[in-house]
């Protein structure tokens, strides 16, 4: 069974994880964000990479208030004692020169083992290591990466369009790469090799991002969460204070309080 909660209830958690929210670019859902940091607190967040697109920001500034306001927030839980944690992927990476350093309380760092309240241990990376194009193709990765954000204007354009039908928010991108046999075959493979990463250093799963697919599943004994992204899923990990894990589709749930429905969170992921 999943988690019942009350309209508009801040909902308590032990630690949260976030990835690919990539601020500074017209496809991300900062308004939807600020909405669940809003609604959430925490002893830990884990920023697990892509949180500002630094490929898109050097070819044009594009840098609203909500964007600023997201990082504003960011900072005011880590002066509120929140333990951030800043795990940088291949769009912020130019962060990744900074490893150990501390901003206004936030700890950047290379990776990180996370240990649940249920004694499990995670490691948290953003995942573009295990990406060959991005690693041994960078031109490829930039090209992909334009095409992308031209499927993701469509999507807004799309999504204006259900609003003023009275329709909710979908992903067509997302739609499109679960439909897609090389998009599926790249993801596969993907996750694999995380999975074997984590089975690699000792761990008994992983925590990632970078794919934009919110995932869990057990691969070959290891368990493989990916929490997805704030540009097409707005999903986030989660972690209750008994350890138990869930990924949250926050557009979801923000859509069933809009109409004053019971939210019942997703299952459980099992230890």
């Not at 017209?26 to 500002?52: K, P, S, W």
């Not at 490691?123 to 960078?138: E, M, N, R, S, Y």
């Not at 069933?256 to 459980?268: H, K, N, R």
Request: aromatic content about 10%; charged content about 25%.
């Amino acid at each position: 069974m999943g988690r019942q909660v009350t309209e508009d209830a801040v909902r308590q958690y032990r630690s949260v994880f976030i990835s690919d929210v990539h601020l500074g670019t017209r496809g991300c859902q900062a308004d939807l964000l600020l909405d669940f940091i809003r609604h959430m607190d925490c002893e830990t967040l884990y920023l697990v990479g892509d949180i500002v697109d630094g490929w898109k920001l050097r070819s044009g500034w594009y840098w609203p208030q909500s964007h600023n306001d997201v990082v504003q927030k960011i900072l005011r839980l880590a002066r509120k004692g929140v333990s951030v944690i800043y795990v940088p992927g291949n769009h912020d990476e130019v962060v990744r020169d900074f490893i150990g350093v501390h901003f206004g309380g936030v700890v950047v760092a290379r990776d990180a083992v996370h240990e649940t309240a249920d004694g499990r241990r995670f490691l948290v990376t953003h995942g573009d290591d295990f990406d060959a194009v991005v690693q041994h193709a960078k031109w490829l990765a930039l090209l992909g990466d334009w095409a992308y954000r031209a499927l993701l204007a469509s999507n807004t354009l799309i999504n204006r369009v259900r609003r003023r039908l009275g329709f909710g928010y979908w992903s067509f991108s997302a739609f499109a790469k679960t439909r897609v046999k090389k998009a599926l075959q790249f993801i596969e493979n993907f996750e694999q090799a995380v999975a074997d990463e984590a089975r690699r250093r000792g761990v008994d799963g992983v925590i990632c991002g970078h794919i934009h697919k919110a995932e869990s599943r057990m691969i070959d004994g290891i368990a493989y969460i990916n929490d997805g992204d704030w540009v097409e899923s707005c999903t986030a990990l989660v972690e209750h204070a008994d350890g138990v894990l869930e990924i949250l589709e926050w557009a979801k749930i923000r859509r069933q309080v809009a109409v004053a429905e019971p939210v019942m969170l997703p299952a459980p992921i099992a230890a």
